[in-house]
């Protein structure tokens, strides 16, 4: 199975709603980063974590190694929020394990 | 800040044919990567390397040559190009190794006619 499974695969929002994306580990996560991959197709770093949580403008993240899952909340969606969201996580052989993406379409 | 450019941008060839991808990155990072991301798919490593001139095979090395010519830059060869590899080749940067944040160039779309 997925060494790092990703929900949902795809979600749909107004603008101005709140949203949770997650991420869960069969391996042993020691870090995790997101990424936004935009429509035109570049990656965004946004979030890289060891265990706990950060938050940046309207997007927060938390890591919880014990309970082997990650999550990225986004709060009051804008268009520009759309896009396919990564997660991937670093496992105890410094090997980067990517996610399949969540991709996120924001309507106006 | 820094920058990471992906030459080209759209790479077209034949089936069989040799073709080389380039990037380069103005961070002064140790460690780049190159990934190839199948459409709809996840990234997936061919190959990484720590510092100029070292090479470390990733999952999908097969069918890839990869060349650390100096620290600012790292080439990916298609040693011969098929149908199915039609697909996007992204390079990424990290100050030192896995630990740490990854920042990646716009990528190359390759299509295989």
């Known amino acids: 199975g997925d060494k790092v499974k990703q929900s949902p695969s795809a979600l749909s929002l107004q603008e101005g709603t709140n949203s949770a994306l997650r991420c869960n580990f069969s391996?042993?996560?020691?870090?995790v980063q997101w990424f936004l991959q935009n429509p035109r197709g570049s990656l965004i770093n946004l979030f890289y974590l060891v265990p706990g949580t950060k938050e940046n403008g309207r997007l927060k993240s938390a890591f919880d190694s014990k309970e082997s899952y990650s999550t990225l909340h986004i709060r009051d969606a804008q268009l520009e929020d759309s896009g396919t969201y990564f997660c991937?996580?670093?496992?105890?052989?410094?090997?980067?394990?990517w996610g399949s993406g969540t991709k996120l379409i924001i309507k106006p | 800040g820094g920058i990471i450019t992906q030459t080209p941008k759209f790479l077209i060839g034949q089936e069989g044919q040799k073709l080389t991808l380039k990037c380069q990155q103005n961070f002064n990072h140790d460690t780049m990567y190159w990934y190839r991301q199948d459409s709809g798919k996840g990234l997936r490593l061919i190959y990484y390397?720590?510092?100029?001139?070292?090479?470390q095979k990733g999952d999908l090395s097969e069918g890839y040559d990869a060349s650390r010519e100096k620290k600012s830059s790292f080439s990916l060869t298609v040693t011969s190009a098929q149908k199915n590899e039609m697909a996007v080749f992204l390079c990424a940067s990290s100050i030192r190794d896995w630990i740490y944040e990854q920042y990646f160039g716009p990528g190359t779309r390759l299509t295989v006619l």
């Open positions: 390397s720590i510092t100029e001139n070292d090479l």
């Open positions: 991937a996580a670093e496992d105890s052989n410094y090997q980067l394990i």
């Open positions: 391996i042993a996560a020691t870090t």
